[in-house]
């Protein structure tokens, strides 16, 4: 028996045997077209068509939204999500491709919308049908988020929004968007409220969705403009001036500290990037098995076999820390362990990544256009892609701002 | 085998846990440890054992000593985690006891798998206490390195860095002959025996080389399963370690985001500075990476032995580091008066500066781990 499927419940297990036999039937095995390192790189409308029908084959088979209620598109079962994830990981399936629709506007919709709106938005969030963004970040609100410009204002039933959204993922294959903008100029925090607005049937009529390119060359996150894009009274999530509060549970799941846990897939790797292992400390070794430094190989340098080491430790540490989050004698402070998730992930990929570049020596300045690159060069774009991350949801210094804060208890830093 | 999901941690586990809690909490405030380890600056000053034996017999009163021993042997055969539970305690109390000792002793003693052995362990659990003696003197973690010999069942030669010498009953001593190394188990009383303690910076133990010469001895391991039975205790000895290295560095963690909040300096306090605040959430991290890797390897010890050396060597590895980093962090951040005698802040600095290195510091751990992963390099 796995370790995970030691103590399920019978209703767990029953899903997990189901989860197992449908993966077994139903896995996509290699795609026809080119899929990126993640979700937020997608530019392809075609990798975006193929994954889209694999998240729409997984969700009609209940491994999407199992811990979501009936009504909403989900299944109505308890803590099922988690023995979904863990079994798609296991046979490394591809990822889901409305990852900020499931990640951060499912929960945010299903916690604070009204009972129609989520009834009409949250089955087609969840098969993947509609794509969804997040319209947080603007040019003067990034790491200080609420010091959000994006108005809507009240005229009779409807809202009228104007302002200007940056980094927004997806949103040129967005058709949903979850907005966090401003409704009162008198209160920084009290002053905002939460939208979902409609993106993609909009275009041209309010919304103007602008590519921006990364630094690694690749597309997949854009500019937002709105100009009196009129939005409907429903599509308000909670009371005007509770936008504050909203956000935080959008936050609070995309940190991975939610109440709901996130669907997710993955572990599949394309084949011509077979051995590269992103993200995994243990394929470095292999990786410094094949890499030359000093007239050995690099898995022979003392440093380099140290650096390894040490994360290796790291990884197994933060798997360590998710598993202690569960044992509630082990954790003194309920959010200490939550709350480190996103920081030290993010932290951990990028160092990662960056000894897997300097591992590879000269060959590190190939990149993914060239065939002797090492891996497909996809270390590189993995390094260059990690500052993505670790800048995202809450640049890393303002997470270190809020653990100091609110779980180490020191003063606030503004 | 697999782990259980909550590290083996249960309901008792808990309880004896929070007892220890209460236990240091009434008996171990900081001041008072401080004002009874600290109570002489001098640094020539001579060499003395510090510590409050009566204090120690409650905890054998407690059953502490017993947790770990099989209940074949007349103990309370509890998981490797209730001992690490303890230990970490003790190290947030920074607790000059044998408590850590008896219990590598007690693992040592538990892998013999002797008669003998079992008859010294149902002493440790009614309040015997035992250190391990098995380290040479070029300080060699390596269990078949030691500078002790037998002849006709007597010990001769030096062991050396034995912590909390001065305070056991027992000794668990490593020695050669011509068929490799047993363990034997001394009276520290015993004729021929001298015990010399080292001048050291931790002021909460004491360490001494012991010099054999002829000693009476019982056998525990016999020779060629001496090294093998420390080997098999080596992960629950790091985990004991480590687990001192976590308590500790908690305190310094507290102690420290504490002070930020009330010392003021232009005219806001000091945790409102992202220069100090951002690097003691990074202790926090490191303090909980560590305490995750010495739980899981603990847990390893009694449900995946297989795995056991791996991750209790990943555990040692954080903690060591930790263990400078916690201490490093809290002097600079208490300023002057953290660079000072009187502060408390120097007794648990120069606890985990002598943890950090026991048994491997953690570049020693890593290199050891690439050998196991990697294999040796060219």
Redesign the interface.
């Known amino acids: ?3 995970a499927a ?2 399920d419940t019978p209703e767990q297990a029953e899903f997990r045997a189901h989860c197992q036999q449908w993966l077994t039937e139903n896995h996509p095995g290699q795609p026809n077209v080119h899929i990126p390192q993640g979700a937020l790189e997608l530019s392809d409308p075609d990798a975006l068509q193929w994954l889209k029908q694999w998240q729409k084959s997984a969700y009609d088979a209940g491994l999407i939204g199992a811990d979501y209620s009936k009504e909403t598109g989900g299944r109505g079962l308890k803590d099922c999500q988690a023995i979904a994830n863990q079994e798609m990981q296991r046979a490394k399936t591809p990822f889901f491709p409305n990852i900020i629709g499931l990640g951060m506007a499912a929960p945010t919709v299903y916690f604070h919308a009204q009972e129609s709106v989520k009834q009409e938005l949250l089955p087609k969030l969840l098969s993947g049908e509609h794509i969804w963004c997040q319209g947080f970040s603007e040019p003067g609100a990034g790491s200080d988020l609420a010091n959000q410009q994006t108005f809507a204002e009240k005229k009779g039933d409807t809202w009228v929004i104007n302002g200007h959204k940056v980094w927004t993922s997806l949103a040129h294959f967005a058709d949903w968007m979850i907005l966090l903008c401003r409704t009162s100029k008198d209160d920084k925090y009290n002053g905002l409220s939460y939208f979902v607005v409609p993106i993609q049937s909009m275009i041209g009529k309010g919304v103007t969705v602008n590519p921006l390119i990364k630094l690694t060359g690749e597309t997949g996150f854009n500019e937002v403009i709105f100009e009196d894009l009129v939005v409907e009274d429903k599509y308000r999530l909670d009371e005007v001036g509770a936008g504050w509060k909203v956000a935080m549970t959008t936050l609070a799941h995309e940190r991975g500290a939610g109440l709901l846990t996130t669907p997710s897939a993955g572990g599949m790797v394309m084949e011509k990037e077979k051995g590269a292992g992103i993200g995994n400390a243990m394929s470095l ?1 292999d990786l ?2 094949q890499s030359y430094r000093n007239g ?2 690099a ?4 440093a380099i ?2 650096s ?3 994360l ?3 990884q ?3 798997r ?2 998710q ?2 989050i ?2 509630k ?2 954790n003194d402070h309920p959010m ?2 939550p709350l ?1 998730f996103k ?2 992930a993010t932290e951990m990929g990028q160092d990662i990544a960056q000894l897997a570049y300097e591992i590879e020596g000269a060959s590190s300045s190939l990149y993914v256009n060239d065939e002797n690159a090492a891996a497909g060069g996809q270390w590189q774009l993995a390094y260059m892609n990690s500052f993505g991350v670790t800048i995202a949801a809450g640049a890393n ?1 303002v997470q ?2 809020i ?3 609110r ?7 503004k | 085998m ?6 083996g ?1 249960g309901v008792d ?2 309880m004896l ?1 929070d007892s220890a809690r209460k236990f240091f909490a009434d008996n171990c405030s900081a001041d008072k440890i401080h004002s009874q380890v600290a109570n002489n600056f001098d640094i020539y000053r001579d060499i003395e054992s510090i510590w409050d034996k009566n204090l120690w017999s409650q905890i054998c009163e407690l059953g502490w000593t017993a947790a770990c021993v099989p209940e074949e042997a007349g103990g309370i055969g509890m998981p490797v985690v209730a001992a690490v539970a303890l230990a970490e305690e003790a190290g947030k109390a920074a607790f000059p006891s044998p408590l850590l000792s008896t219990f590598n002793a007690t693992f040592a003693l538990r892998a013999c798998k002797s008669d003998a052995a079992t008859k010294v362990l149902g002493e440790i659990a009614t309040g015997t206490s035992a250190t391990l003696a098995i380290t040479n003197q070029k300080g060699s973690w390596e269990a078949q390195d030691t500078d002790v010999t037998v002849t006709d069942g007597k010990l001769s030669g030096t062991a050396w860095f034995v912590q909390d010498a001065k305070k056991v009953e027992r000794l668990v001593v490593s020695a050669s002959t011509d068929n490799g190394v047993g363990l034997y188990v001394v009276d520290p009383a015993a004729t021929g025996l001298q015990i010399i303690a080292d001048g050291i910076i931790d002021l909460t133990r004491d360490q001494a080389h012991i010099v054999f010469n002829n000693v009476e001895a019982i056998e525990v391991a016999a020779p060629g399963n001496g090294d093998k039975a420390l080997n098999e205790a080596l992960p629950a000895i790091l985990c004991i370690t480590s687990a001192d290295i976590v308590g500790s560095g908690e305190w310094l ?1 507290q102690t420290t ?1 504490d002070y ?2 009330v010392r003021v300096q232009f005219d ?2 000091l ?4 220069a100090v ?2 690097p ?3 202790v ?2 490191a303090v ?6 010495v ?2 390897a603990a847990c390893a010890i009694d449900s995946e032995p297989e795995q056991a050396e791996r ?1 209790a060597r ?1 555990a040692k ?2 903690a060591s580091d930790m263990a400078v980093f916690s201490s490093s962090r809290s002097v600079q951040f208490h300023g002057g008066i953290g660079f000072t005698w009187e502060c408390f802040i120097h007794v648990f600095f120069k606890r985990q500066m002598h943890n950090h290195v026991l048994y491997g510091d953690a ?1 020693y751990q ?2 050891k ?2 050998d196991m ?3 040796k ?2």
């Open positions: 028996m796995s370790d030691k103590k070794i410094a098995k050995k190989t898995a022979d340098d003392g076999r140290d390894i080491m040490e290796m430790i790291r197994e540490g933060f360590q820390n598993r202690r569960g044992v004698e082990l200490r362990l480190q920081l030290v210094e270190r701002n653990l100091g804060e779980v180490l208890n020191m003063p606030k830093s | 697999t782990q259980p999901k909550n590290f941690f586990e808990a846990r963690l985001t930020a909040t806001r306090p945790g409102f500075f992202q605040k951002h003691l959430v990074n926090m991290l909980d990476q560590t305490k995750s890797l739980y899981n991750l990943m590895s954080s570049k890593r290199a781990l690439a992963l990697m294999g390099a060219a």
